[in-house]
């Protein structure tokens, strides 16, 4: 049972322009919002995190955006650059945080320079 | 700052055989999860520990298990290894709980 889903498994964005990535989620106890950048080989690096409470939180070039009556969320990043090419992992949490991570399929960005 | 360390970060074992990943977590966290990455099941929970003791676990086998040392420090084995255990198994730590998770770079597992 998939609690977390990123619905495209891939997304190909021309250099300087927005990148737009989704997920949505099952489960209503979900509280706490985060998304992860991962390089092959590596461990997810945290990006950016928001709260129930909230519908928007942004950091730099990266927006995450929360519909919790649709349970959905987004990453905004602009303007995309060829670093941004990733894999990126939505993951959501319970009690604010303090329960564990579950995690999407993830989405694999890929920036056209 | 130090971020979290795992070793080793590759290594090959025998079906059957048992394994020990070691976690270091990155300094003052109190908190050391595990979770494993394969291609088939994505990234999953596998056990959180906090002060020594284990505060959440995952859907997995018994015969993956892990512990904590007072120095937050981690390890986990995994014994009777099976073909299926080939995996990226990533550990993180975070301050407490209510707090940002960090990941490691991971120990890549093949099983033969």
């Known amino acids: 049972d998939q609690q977390v889903k990123q619905n495209s498994p891939s997304l190909s964005v021309q250099e300087g322009r927005i990148s737009i990535l989704n997920c949505d989620y099952t489960?209503?106890?979900?509280?706490?919002f985060l998304w992860y950048k991962k390089y092959p080989a590596e461990g997810p690096t945290f990006l950016i995190s928001?709260?129930?409470?909230?519908d928007k939180n942004e950091d730099g070039r990266f927006t995450v955006f929360l519909n919790k009556s649709a349970k959905h969320l987004s990453l905004h990043i602009v303007p995309s650059q060829p670093g941004d090419s990733a894999v990126y992992f939505c993951?959501?949490?319970?009690?604010?945080?303090?329960?564990?991570?579950?995690f999407g399929t993830g989405t694999r960005l890929t920036i056209i320079p | 700052k130090a971020g979290v360390t795992q070793t080793p970060r590759y290594l090959i074992k025998t079906r059957g055989q048992q394994v020990t990943l070691s976690c270091s977590p990155i300094s003052g966290h109190r908190s050391v999860s595990w979770y494993q990455q394969t291609p088939g099941q994505g990234l999953q929970f596998l056990f959180e520990y906090f002060s020594e003791t284990q505060r959440n676990k995952g859907n997995f086998p018994g015969r993956f298990s892990g512990r904590q040392f007072s120095n937050s420090r981690s390890e986990m084995n995994v014994s009777t290894l099976e073909l299926g255990d080939s995996a990226l198994y990533l550990c993180?730590?975070?301050?407490?709980?209510?707090?940002?998770?960090?990941f490691g770079e991971g120990s890549w597992l093949t099983v033969v």
């Open positions: 489960n209503s106890m979900f509280d706490y």
């Open positions: 993180a730590s975070r301050l407490g709980t209510g707090n940002t998770i960090y």
């Open positions: 928001i709260s129930s409470i909230k």
């Open positions: 993951a959501a949490q319970s009690n604010f945080g303090n329960e564990k991570l579950t």
